[in-house]
Structure formats: structure tokens, C-alpha cells
Nanobody, 125 residues
């Protein structure tokens, strides 16, 4: 079992930056794929980014490429989402998710059995 706790959300202005953290407990994440998803009010959950913990390979949805960076820190069993150049359309609850090993369908939320509680990101214009 993996427990995930997100932090780092907040209210910022357009153009600002935030770094989200996802701390994992219960298992060492060296064999996991970690994902960030977001859900805005009235919208479906959307894939944002993913990273293979083992290889470090990263994946991004097109709308965040060049602005967001996903990374992991082995010593802290933590994955990060650095968000730069934030836009009002980035406003959402951001969720961290984990799955064992596979990166197949990395952008599909249903492929991840473990989820955090979410952290709110609000970007004002």
C-alpha cells in the first residue's frame, strides 16, 4: 500500500510559480510510475505529467510542456511538480498518483491505484 500526501498549492497571480510536492509512505517508490493530474470545477480529471521513478523518463500534456517540470527525490521518497508561468486555466485541484512499474497508459487516471487527497492551485488573472 502506498500513501500519498500533496502539498504546495495556493493562490498566485498569472505568471507566478509554484512547486507541488507529493510525499509517499508505505513503499519505496523506486519501481513506481508517478503521475500528476488535475481537475477543475465542472471538468473531467486531466493528465498533467508523469515520471518513471526507475528510468527518470518524463511525460507531459501539451498544454504544460515548457512550463511544468516533474522530478523525483529518492532520499525523500517525494515527487515534485514545478509549475512556472502559471495561467488562470491552470486553476484546479492537483492530485498525485502512483502505479507499480508500468508506464503504459501513463496518462490514464484509471491506471493508477494510489491517489493523494489533492491540493488546490488557484491562478488569478
Amino acid at each position: 500500500q502506498v500513501q500519498l500526501v500533496e502539498s504546495g498549492g495556493g493562490l498566485v497571480q498569472a505568471g507566478d510559480s509554484l512547486r507541488l510536492s507529493c510525499a509517499a509512505s508505505g513503499r519505496t517508490l523506486s519501481s513506481y510510475t508517478m503521475g500528476w493530474f488535475r481537475q477543475a470545477p465542472g471538468k473531467e480529471r486531466q493528465f498533467v505529467a508523469a515520471i518513471s521513478w526507475h528510468s527518470g523518463t518524463t511525460y507531459y500534456t501539451d498544454s504544460v510542456k515548457g512550463r511544468f517540470t516533474i522530478s523525483r527525490e529518492n532520499a525523500k521518497n517525494t515527487v515534485y511538480l514545478q509549475m512556472n508561468g502559471l495561467k488562470p486555466e491552470d486553476t484546479a485541484v492537483y492530485y498525485c498518483a502512483a502505479r507499480f512499474v508500468s508506464t503504459v497508459n501513463y496518462n490514464q487516471g484509471a491506471a493508477y491505484p494510489y491517489w493523494g487527497q489533492g491540493t488546490q492551485v488557484t491562478v488569478s488573472s
